[in-house]
């Protein structure tokens, strides 16, 4: 009597019979390999899920540049909308839903935009910190001024120091009304330094190539 032939099945050119120890264990490593898989697969979920979120803050002329589809665009303005927490978390599973069916390309250039904006916020925010020196510096310390002049010739020497004098004027008169707990009040003289610097900053900034925003923030 012929013996029936060993069921199993070839692997790189080497026979696996079934129910041997060798293919207990290439199903041990195929059921490891799923498992990396899923788990995988769940993290580019919850990426392109935050990403979605990240849509919201985005700027419009740099979402218009990504040509998203109109499902989308809506979707993003409608959870802008929508205050209700629950409802709220409903519309942005369905905005990541939409983002896992964007092409790469398309998500890469989503990512390149909200870099775009964080680092257009980055030097606006490193723009007004300089402004805020220079108009500190410039009332506090008189050379300042001949500084400010050398690297912004094109100023109004005149109208500078006369903000600079009333500046100082209306501190000395605000010292002397202060009362402890009350927050420090400025007069029109200092906010307009912190505007003339920083207009004259940006200006400079656009000059060399930068792309730096004007904020009419006045600290």
């Not at 303005?77 to 909308?81: I, L, S, T, V």
């Not at 519309?91 to 983002?99: A, P, R, T, V």
């Given at each position: 009597?012929s013996?029936?032939?060993?069921k199993?099945?070839?692997?790189?050119?080497?026979?696996?019979?079934?129910?041997?120890?060798?293919?207990?264990?290439l199903?041990?490593?195929?059921?490891?390999?799923?498992?990396?898989?899923?788990?995988?697969?769940?993290?580019?979920?919850d990426?392109?899920?935050?990403?979605?979120?990240?849509?919201?803050?985005?700027?419009?002329?740099?979402?218009?540049?990504?040509?998203?589809?109109?499902?989308?665009?809506?979707?993003v303005?409608?959870?802008?909308?929508i205050?209700?927490?629950?409802?709220?978390?409903r519309?942005?599973?369905?905005?990541?839903?939409?983002?896992?069916?964007?092409?790469?390309?398309?998500?890469?250039?989503?990512e390149?935009?909200?870099?775009e904006?964080?680092?257009?916020?980055?030097?606006?925010?490193?723009?007004?910190?300089?402004?805020e020196?220079?108009?500190?510096?410039l009332?506090a310390?008189?050379?300042?001024?001949?500084a400010?002049?050398?690297?912004?010739?094109?100023?109004?020497?005149?109208?500078?120091r006369?903000?600079?004098?009333?500046?100082?004027?209306?501190?000395?008169?605000?010292q002397?009304?202060?009362?402890?707990?009350e927050?420090?009040?400025?007069?029109k003289?200092?906010?307009?330094?912190?505007?003339?610097?920083k207009?004259?900053?940006?200006?400079?900034?656009?000059?060399?190539?930068?792309?730096?925003?004007?904020?009419?923030?006045?600290?």
């Open positions: 009597m013996r029936k032939p060993t199993g099945y070839f692997v790189r050119g080497q026979f696996v019979a079934l129910g041997s120890e060798l293919d207990q264990e199903k041990r490593e195929l059921k490891g390999s799923a498992e990396m898989s899923k788990t995988d697969l769940k993290k580019e979920s990426r392109l899920q935050a990403l979605g979120e990240n849509l919201l803050t985005l700027r419009s002329d740099l979402m218009q540049k990504l040509g998203l589809s109109e499902k989308l665009v809506d979707a303005a409608e959870a802008k909308r205050t209700n927490f629950e409802g709220r978390r519309q942005m599973q369905f905005i990541g839903k939409l983002m896992r069916k964007l092409d790469e390309e398309t998500v890469a250039a989503v390149a935009a909200l870099d904006q964080s680092k257009g916020s980055a030097k606006g925010t490193l723009s007004l910190h300089m402004a020196q220079w108009r500190d510096r009332i310390d008189d050379d300042a001024l001949t400010w002049m050398q690297m912004d010739p094109q100023s109004d020497v005149q109208h500078l006369a903000l600079i004098r009333q500046a100082r004027k209306d501190a000395q008169a605000t002397a009304q202060e009362r402890p707990g927050a420090v009040r400025h007069g003289a200092y906010r307009e330094i912190f505007q003339t610097v207009a004259a900053l940006n200006q400079g900034a656009d000059d060399d190539g930068d792309d730096m925003p004007a904020d009419d923030d006045q600290p």
